[in-house]
């Protein structure tokens, strides 16, 4: 079975840094796009970024200068560096991804549980 988790979550001060890691598990063919998400209590999800299998990067525009987001298809791993964080960025940030694997051949979209970020003095 093909399982994401995220970790790197906790709480930061505003104006610091943090970096979101999540890995794939299973047995995977390849991973199509990866992304993250993020949801604040009483908000629904939003994108934050999104990443091809190609390298190319998206960014909403409320995160863009801010965070990067990364890849490494060797580790099945996706990055998300958060810089000069806000308390708006408090969320729950969710990993995403479109893996192919042998029960899911044409890709499949699987989800993290989520990790817990707090910006906060």
């Known amino acids: 079975q093909v399982q994401l988790v995220e970790s790197g979550g906790g709480l930061v001060q505003p104006g610091g840094s943090l970096t979101l890691s999540c890995a794939a598990s299973?047995?995977?063919?390849?991973?199509?796009?990866m992304g993250w998400y993020r949801q604040a209590p009483g908000k629904q999800r939003e994108l934050v970024a999104y990443i091809s299998s190609g390298d190319r990067p998206n960014y909403a525009d409320s995160v863009k200068g801010r965070f990067t987001i990364s890849r490494d298809n060797a580790k099945n791993t996706v990055y998300l560096q958060m810089n000069s964080l806000k308390p708006e960025d408090t969320a729950e940030y969710y990993c995403?991804?479109?893996?192919?694997?042998?029960?899911?051949?044409?890709?499949?979209?699987?989800w993290g549980k989520g990790t817990l970020v707090t910006v906060s003095s």
């Open positions: 995403n991804g479109n893996i192919k694997s042998p029960g899911n051949f044409y890709g499949v979209d699987y």
């Open positions: 299973g047995t995977i063919f390849s991973i199509n796009r």
